[in-house]
T-cell receptor, first 112, second 116 residues
Framework: SQTIHQWPATLVQPVGSPLSLECTVEGTSNPNLYWYRQAAGRGLQLLFYSVGIGQISSEVPQNLSASRPQDRQFILSSKKLLLSDSGFYLC???????????FGPGTRLTVT | AQSVTQLDSHVSVSEGTPVLLRCNYSSSYSPSLFWYVQHPNKGLQLLLKYTSAATLVKGINGFEAEFKKSETSFHLTKPSAHMSDAAEYFCVVSDLYGGSQGNLIFGKGTKLSVKP
């Protein structure tokens, strides 16, 4: 069966520091991968998605970036965090576009 | 363009009574529809999905939803609420040919409270 991992589970970072969140999927190949952010009271916002290695689509322009160095690895990064980057970050995978997505456990990021 | 409207931001029920969470959608073509549940500080879990087969869809934990094209609705129900059902629920639409590249469109969520 397929599993999806995210780490770290929680993170507290000062403003201006860098960020790296990692997501890996096991038990499937060539998944579509997604990064979402869930800010308090603002619902789920799609940040990036990827249909293959090195292929990244950005949904919302901001100071975050994503990379997919391996088939089942998806990384969310920032060079300098802002207070507004605080939130709950969720990674998800799907067999292909349009199908259901399966979510990881999430990372709670607090920028101070 | 596709959209999803969850008609209630908060629903409160007593344990053992029925649950109804309402969802209306807008889609140009035949959509796929999903319900997800999220417990506090957890990821989203797929409850059930509709993908143009049977209009009454059964999911996990006793939940079910009925796709009604004439009403553009996909309401989530459960005959008897349990305390562990207290969570936030998201109605989601996917429309592969509607301009969103097949990405999921999420409703704003309905928070379900269950009173003992």
């Amino acid at each position: 069966s397929q599993t999806i991992h995210q780490w770290p589970a929680t993170l507290v970072q000062p403003v201006g520091s860098p960020l790296s969140l990692e997501c890996t999927v096991e038990g499937t190949s060539n998944p579509n991968l997604y990064w979402y952010r869930q800010a308090a009271g603002r619902g789920l916002q799609l940040l990036f998605y990827s249909v293959g290695i090195g292929q990244i689509s950005s949904e919302v322009p901001q100071n975050l970036s994503a990379s997919r160095p391996q088939d089942r690895q998806f990384i969310l990064s920032s060079k300098k965090l802002l207070l507004s980057d605080s939130g709950f970050y969720l990674c998800a995978w799907s067999p292909r576009q349009g199908l259901e997505q399966y979510f990881g456990p999430g990372t709670r990021l607090t920028v101070t | 363009a596709q959209s999803v409207t969850q008609l209630d931001s908060h629903v409160s029920v007593s344990e053992g009574t029925p649950v109804l969470l309402r969802c209306n959608y807008s889609s140009s073509y035949s959509p796929s529809l999903f319900w997800y549940v999220q417990h506090p500080n957890k990821g989203l879990q797929l409850l059930l999905k509709y993908t143009s087969a049977a209009t009454l869809v059964k999911g996990i934990n006793g939940f079910e939803a009925e796709f009604k094209k004439s009403e553009t609705s996909f309401h989530l129900t459960k005959p008897s609420a349990h305390m562990s059902d207290a969570a936030e629920y998201f109605c989601v639409v996917s429309d592969l040919y509607g301009g969103s590249q097949g990405n999921l469109i999420f409703g704003k969520g309905t928070k379900l409270s269950v009173k003992p």
